[in-house]
Structures are given as C-alpha cells and as structure tokens.
C-alpha cells in the first residue's frame, strides 16, 4: 500500500554508541527497526515487529546515555527530544534527582501513499479525528495528510507539532510535511493556546494537531471548528466508544449530558426518566480506527453514530483495507447490538431446554452458585467461553467494553445483561431460567438471527429508511421483534397471514 521514502536510520544509528551500533547495522532486518531500548545496568535491546532482540551482553553504562545525550536535541517538558531534520524521537526515564537512567530512541518515518484508505475523506474539507492504538502509524497518516493538503490540495495547512514528532526536531521542517506550516509548542500545556494562535495570527484553513488529551484543548478544537476552519488530529483511544466514555474528550464528539425526561415523555420513548443525550454538535465529523496500517474503520457521520450508541442502537462503521495487490476494499460490518438482554422464555430456547452453561463476567460467581443451589436451577457455572451457552454480565461491564465480551459476540454467544451485580437481579436471572427450561418453542438460531435482524433493521431506519420488512415468524418471535422496535422510539406493524406473517419496522 505504501512506499518508503525517509527513515534516516544512519543518522539514527550515529547517536548509539559504537558497541551497539555494531550488532544493529549487522542485522538483515535493520529496515524494520521500531525502537531501541537503552536502560542503565541492562543490556541494550532492539525491538522490532517480529520480537525484541538483545543487541550484546554488556550492560548499559551512564557514558552510554550520555554519549546519546550529547547527539541529539534538548529535552523538552514532555522530555522528548529529536535529531534535527529528523522524525526520530527520543523519550527518556529519569530518576527523582532528574537524572537520565533509561532512554527510548523511536525510529520515525515517512511514508507516502498512506492515506490511500482515506484520501475521498481527506479531501472533503469535514474535521477528520483518527483514533488507534500506540504504534499503528496515527502520526504517520497525520503527517502525510499534511503534505497532501498542503502540497495537492493547495490549502493553507498549520502544524501544531507539540512535541516534534510531525515535522521532526529543529527549526527547519521534515520535508515529509511539503509546503504545510509547523508552529512549535514550548510545553505540552500550552498546546490548546498555540492552537488558537494559530487561528489568530496565520489563517489557516487546515489545522494538524497530533496527541488532544486534555479538556482545555477539546475546548480550543470546538473554538477553532465553530470559525470554519477544518481541523485533523488524533486523540487517546482505540475506538468511538472509548471517547464516549471518555469525561475528558467526550467533547470532540459532542459531550455527553443526563437529561430527565417527564413521565409522559418517558413513556411515549419508551424509555427510563432519566437517558443520557448528545449536548452539541461534535467538533469533529469524521472518526476513523486505524486498525492496521493497511486497515481502518470509518465512521462517516459521527453525530448520528454517536445518538445510536446512546439510545442502545447497534452501530457498524464502513471498514477498508488494502490487499495486497494494492487494491482497496470497502464493506460494512454487521452491527451487533450494544446490549443483547435475552427475555426469560429466550433464555429456554437459547438452550433448547437443557442444563444451561452460565460464565458469569463481573458478576458475583458465589452469590450466583447460591441462588442456583437455593433455586434448583438447571444452570451451571463454568469458566471457559467455550463451554458456556450464554455470558451474564452488569451493564456497568458491558459499557467498559472489555475483550471478553467482544469474544462473545464474535463466537455467537448471546450475552444476558444485569442492570446491577445484586441479589436480586441474580433471582431474577434464575428464576427465569427456571420457569423457561422446559419451553422449547422455536431453536436458539433462529431466535437469535431473528432478533439481530430486528436490531439491523432499526438501525437502517434510524438512519433514513422509510421502513424494513422482516422474515415471516411466529407470533412469539414477532411479539419480540415488535419491542425491539418500541425500544428504540421506533413503530411497528404485522403484515400477512401466517405462515408468511412479519413484522415492519418504519418510524413513528
């Protein structure tokens, strides 16, 4: 997908000390380098894509560091430093004294083509917010985004580059950034103010800003939005539902506030009086995972995206990804509901009547043996995944996200959601089970396929269908469907004789 232009690793190379230069440039696979590791008494360590490596057995002197030290840039508050007309950077540990004891020296490179997943966005002129784990080349994409639209797209572009990572140490810009502008950051506290600068002084019509992680610059992004001005940055975070639950960035997509409806309003949404809402507009339109550096997932309207999460509507952002051969793939994921909690006479066909395999997941596994003991429940606990029929989890859990429950979902288990890890949800947990063990009524596959069909077909509506015809089935599974729909503020209507009965699902 893309072509190596600069990594300078020689210049990178030059700063080691030459007993530790030696057995790096001797490795066939030098062009892989992610970081070098130097931590004082131990050895010296290279880390690379398929491992870490130890680069000699002799550990790692005070002369080392400061041989280092001497070679490259001045410290800054964030204690990063760089090699000038370089994208390295340079991080270091200190003791309490302020003393240096360990350095990390992060190979940077630059790379074009790397947008090809995303250039329609790019040129779109919406605010674009990539999210991502460490090292899955968010500034690498922000960096080449700055050139191409500074370079292709003529627009005047400003580089807030707090700690030098996008257009490399010194006063002089990597040339990897084209014709963009870099303004430089005294201290990471002073971001938000530089970016607002920026605004004021250089009419920009594009803004790069790389690492937003405080509220004072969620704040300055929403400023410079508001003047029209398009803004492109990365953020903390792996995906969407991580700045949903974020308190500090839930502003970057519109903040998140508790609205108390009254009585009547409740009841015509279906809904509990108290619901969490969308406070504003998101500053930014756009939202995209990087999952890979050839793999991302978009999300292409994130205010409505957003509103779907919060009313407990499954969302499925667009996923591309480069093959090798170069090409570019698009599909959407199928959505999966945010929370999937079973009726109890599901939980029986579920399991078709038999002794049901429970992995409780933040829930109280004694207090759970108890009232199955106390119930004489056809339920087992157990601690495998791959044993259970079912996952039982606290909705405060499920909201965290956790792998568990994404292993779950993506092995087909239905997960039964409790509002809270108590007695007497459990009770009721159990006693559903117990009351529907015997009841067999339609298999597990098609109650789950029916209700994740009905889950798919609100969200087609939500977002501008005028209404969606489900599979015929029986009046059981119709009834659920019919919820589904009231749930989410949605209407719905049966339509045909049976056996060819089936519910619709259109707006109010």
Request: proline content about 5%.
């Amino acid at each position: 997908m893309s072509e190596l232009i600069h990594d300078d690793l020689e210049v990178l190379g030059v700063a080691l000390p030459p007993h530790i230069q030696k057995p790096l440039r001797e490795r066939s696979d030098m062009r892989e380098l992610l970081e070098v590791i130097l931590d004082l008494g131990r050895p010296a360590e290279a880390r690379f894509p398929a491992g870490d490596v130890l680069l000699n057995s002799h550990e790692v002197t005070e002369d080392d560091i400061q041989y280092v030290v001497a070679r490259i840039g001045v410290f800054g508050d964030d204690n990063r430093a760089g090699i000038e007309r370089t994208l390295h950077r340079i991080s270091a540990i200190r003791n309490r004294k302020g003393k240096i004891v360990g350095l990390t020296l992060r190979v940077g490179r630059a790379v074009f083509g790397m947008i090809k997943l995303i250039d329609d966005l790019v040129f779109s002129e919406k605010s674009i917010l990539l999210l991502g784990r460490p090292g899955v080349g968010k500034t690498t994409m922000l960096r080449e985004m700055s050139r191409v639209l500074a370079d292709e797209a003529r627009k005047r572009v400003v580089i807030v580059d707090t700690s030098n990572e996008i257009a490399g140490d010194g006063d002089i810009p990597h040339p990897a950034i084209g014709h963009a502008r870099r303004m430089q950051v005294k201290t990471p506290s002073l971001q938000h103010s530089v970016m607002i600068e920026a605004v004021e002084n250089h009419m920009p019509e594009v803004i790069i800003i790389d690492e937003m992680g405080t509220e004072l610059e969620a704040l300055a992004a929403r400023t410079i939005a508001e003047r029209g001005v398009q803004l492109v940055a990365t953020a903390h975070g792996n995906t969407l539902e991580n700045l949903v639950m974020n308190p500090t960035l839930s502003d970057l997509i519109g903040g998140i506030q508790t609205v108390t409806l009254g009585d009547e309003e409740a009841r015509r949404r279906h809904t509990k009086k108290s619901i969490l809402e969308r406070k504003a507009p998101p500053t930014f339109e756009i939202i995209v995972e990087i999952q890979g550096w050839d793999r991302v997932a978009v999300h292409p309207n994130v205010a409505q995206a957003v509103d779907n999460m919060l009313r407990g509507v499954s969302i499925a952002p667009e996923t591309r990804w480069v093959d090798k051969a170069g090409k570019l793939h698009r599909s959407h994921t199928t959505a999966k509901p945010l929370m999937t909690t079973l009726p109890e006479k599901a939980l029986g066909q579920v399991t078709g009547g038999r002794i049901t395999k429970i992995l409780p997941f933040g829930v109280d596994r004694g207090k759970l043996q108890q009232v199955v003991r106390g119930y004489q429940a056809p339920l087992e606990v157990v601690n495998d995944l791959k044993e259970a029929d079912l996952l039982l989890t606290t909705k405060s859990y499920y909201r965290r996200g956790p792998v568990a429950l994404g292993e779950a979902e993506e092995a087909g288990k239905p997960v039964y959601v409790l509002r809270k890890n108590t007695l007497p949800q459990l009770e009721e947990f159990v006693r559903g089970i117990s009351r529907s063990a015997t009841m067999t009524e339609g298999s597990s596959d098609s109650l789950l396929t029916a209700v994740q069909e009905a889950e798919e077909a609100v969200g087609r509506v939500l977002e501008g269908e005028t209404s969606v015809a489900l599979t015929p089935q029986n009046s059981y599974i119709r009834l659920l469907q019919h919820r589904i729909a009231q749930r989410h503020n949605l209407g719905s209507a049966s339509s045909g004789q049976d056996p060819h009965r089936r519910v619709v699902i259109q707006p109010r």
